[in-house]
C-alpha cells in the first residue's frame, strides 16, 4: 500500500474536493459595495436618476428665487417673521392648483389633456354652494363637488375612449359648457358660501400650518402611491408610453382613459371645496386659466406632454415654483399681464427643453457610458 504524503488529508487521498478557505464577511461587503459602485453610477447617469437630477434642478430653481426675493425685497426678506407667513401664503396659493395639478398630471402621463380643469372647478363650487345644496350642510356640499366633478370627468373619458375625440377638442368642448352651465346655475350671480364649516377649511391651522396645505399634501401622497406603487400607475405610464402596446398586453385602453379623466374630474371637485372656502362663495368665472397653471406645473415638473412620463413630486415642485414666482410679482407690484406673458413663455421653454433632452441628451448618455466602459 502507497503511503499518503505528509500534506495529503484522508478526503483528498479519497478524491473528495477540498474544502475553501474561511471567508471574511467584512470583504464580502467591502466587494459588493466595490462591485456595486458602477451600478449607481450607470444608474445615475441613465433614465433611472433622471427624475431625481429634474427635482434637484427644481430645488435650485427654488433656490434662485428666493435669492431674487431677497435682493428685490430686503426690507421684507430681513424679517423673519415675514418670511414665515410668506411661505405659509405661498403654500396656500399653490394647495388648489397643486390638487388640480395631480389629476393633471395622470391624464398626461396616461397620453391625454384635459382643458376643462378649470371650468370643471367652477362648475363643481357653484353647484355646491347653490341655496338647496347647502341646505344639506357641510357634508351635502362636499358630497355635491366631489359627485359634480367626477361625473364631469367621466363625461370627458367617454368622449375621448368610447367616442374616440380627440382630447383637445373633447375638453375644449367641456371647457366652454361648464362655464356656460355655471353662469345658468348661477345666474352670473355670485354664491355666497354660509356654511361655516366649509368656510372654516381655509381659515383652520393644525400646529402652524394651514388645513389647506394638509388637504394638498395628503393627495400628493395618494397620487404617489397611485402612480407608484400600484398597477394602476404601471398601466397608466404603459398606456400613456404605447397605446397600442398596452393593449396588446392585455390592459384595457379605453377604460383605463375613462378612469384617468374621472380621477381628474375628482381632483377638480376637491379643488372646488378648497377654493370656495378660500372665496367664502363660488362664481362660474372662478379657476380662471387654472388648466394653464396645471399644464405648465406638471411639464416643469418633467412630465412629457406626449405621455409615458412624469412624476407626482416633480409635479407639485411645478406648482411650488409657479407659486413662488406669483408671490415676487406680487410683493415687486408687478401687473397680471406681465406674469400671464412670463407663464407662457414658461411653458414654451420648458417644451423645448423636454424636446432637447429627448434628441440630445439620450445620445449623449449614450457615448458616455460607451467611453467610460
Not at 244 to 263: F, S, W
Request: proline share 3%; glycine share 12%.
Amino acid at each position: 500500500m502507497s503511503e499518503m504524503s505528509p500534506t495529503a488529508t484522508p478526503e483528498r487521498a479519497a478524491g473528495l474536493p477540498a474544502q475553501s478557505p474561511p471567508v471574511d464577511p467584512a470583504e464580502t461587503a467591502a466587494a459588493a459595495a466595490k462591485s456595486d459602485a458602477p451600478g449607481r453610477l450607470s444608474w445615475w447617469r441613465g433614465d433611472g436618476g433622471e427624475g431625481a437630477k429634474r427635482n434637484l434642478g427644481l430645488l435650485a430653481t427654488l433656490v434662485v428665487l428666493v435669492v431674487i426675493g431677497i435682493l428685490t425685497r430686503p426690507d421684507l426678506y430681513g424679517n423673519a417673521s415675514w418670511v414665515w407667513g410668506n411661505t405659509l401664503t405661498i403654500l396656500k396659493l399653490a394647495s388648489v392648483v397643486g390638487v388640480v395639478t395631480v389629476g393633471m398630471t395622470f391624464v398626461i402621463i396616461g397620453g391625454g389633456i384635459d382643458l376643462s380643469v378649470g371650468a370643471i372647478v367652477a362648475l363643481a363650487g357653484v353647484w355646491s354652494t347653490t341655496v338647496a345644496t347647502q341646505s344639506y350642510g357641510a357634508g351635502g356640499m362636499i358630497f355635491s363637488a366631489l359627485t359634480v366633478g367626477l361625473a364631469v370627468g367621466l363625461v370627458n373619458g367617454l368622449l375621448i375612449s368610447y367616442g374616440r375625440l380627440v382630447p383637445f377638442i373633447a375638453t375644449l368642448a367641456m371647457l366652454v359648457a361648464a362655464r356656460g352651465l355655471a353662469a345658468e346655475i348661477s345666474d352670473k350671480q355670485t354664491q355666497v358660501s354660509t356654511n361655516a364649516t366649509i368656510n372654516g377649511i381655509a381659515s383652520t391651522e393644525l400646529l402652524g400650518i394651514p388645513l389647506l396645505v394638509y388637504i394638498l399634501a395628503a393627495v400628493v401622497v395618494a397620487g404617489w402611491v397611485l402612480l407608484n406603487r400600484t398597477t394602476f400607475g404601471r398601466r397608466t405610464v404603459a398606456v400613456g408610453g404605447n397605446p397600442e402596446a398596452a393593449r396588446l398586453a392585455g390592459i384595457n385602453v379605453r377604460r383605463h382613459t375613462l378612469l384617468l379623466y374621472a380621477l381628474s374630474g375628482l381632483c377638480c371637485g376637491i379643488a372646488a371645496i378648497m377654493l370656495t372656502a378660500q372665496a367664502t362663495s363660488a362664481q362660474a368665472a372662478m379657476a380662471n386659466l387654472y388648466e394653464l397653471d396645471a399644464i405648465a406645473a406638471a411639464i416643469i415638473g418633467g412630465t412629457l406632454l406626449s405621455g409615458g412620463r412624469g412624476t407626482i413630486i416633480g409635479s407639485l415642485l411645478g406648482v411650488v415654483i409657479f407659486s413662488t414666482i406669483t408671490n415676487l410679482f406680487a410683493i415687486n407690484n408687478v401687473s397680471i399681464e406681465a406674469q400671464n406673458m412670463v407663464k407662457g413663455g414658461i411653458i414654451v421653454a420648458a417644451v423645448l427643453v423636454q424636446q432637447v433632452q429627448f434628441r440630445s441628451l439620450t445620445q449623449f448618455l449614450g457615448r458616455n457610458r460607451a467611453t467610460t466602459t
